[in-house]
């Protein structure tokens, strides 16, 4: 697994089960290919980004589509 996949899916399995995200950033370290700090650096910017995703609400083309066409008139 790649680092930046590995740190996405430790991300995901810690809202769920925080041991169970334990045990995959051990096992995914424990091959010597991807370090724990490495593995924790992705997971946090994963977090993150899920937040500030979420905070910035609606995407523009979203808003766009739901203003009335008749707006401006």
Do not use: D, K, Y
């Given at each position: 697994?790649?680092?930046v996949s590995a740190?996405?899916?430790v991300?995901?399995?810690?809202r769920s089960d925080p041991e169970e995200a334990f045990a995959l950033m051990h096992e995914l370290a424990a091959d010597g290919?991807?370090?724990v700090d490495e593995i924790l650096d992705e997971a946090v910017d994963?977090?993150?980004l899920t937040g500030l995703l979420a905070l910035q609400g609606?995407?523009?083309r979203q808003i766009r589509a739901r203003r009335?066409?008749?707006l401006g008139q």
């Open positions: 697994m790649e680092l740190g996405a899916e991300t995901a399995r810690w290919e991807l370090a994963a977090a993150v609606p995407a523009p009335p066409s008749n």
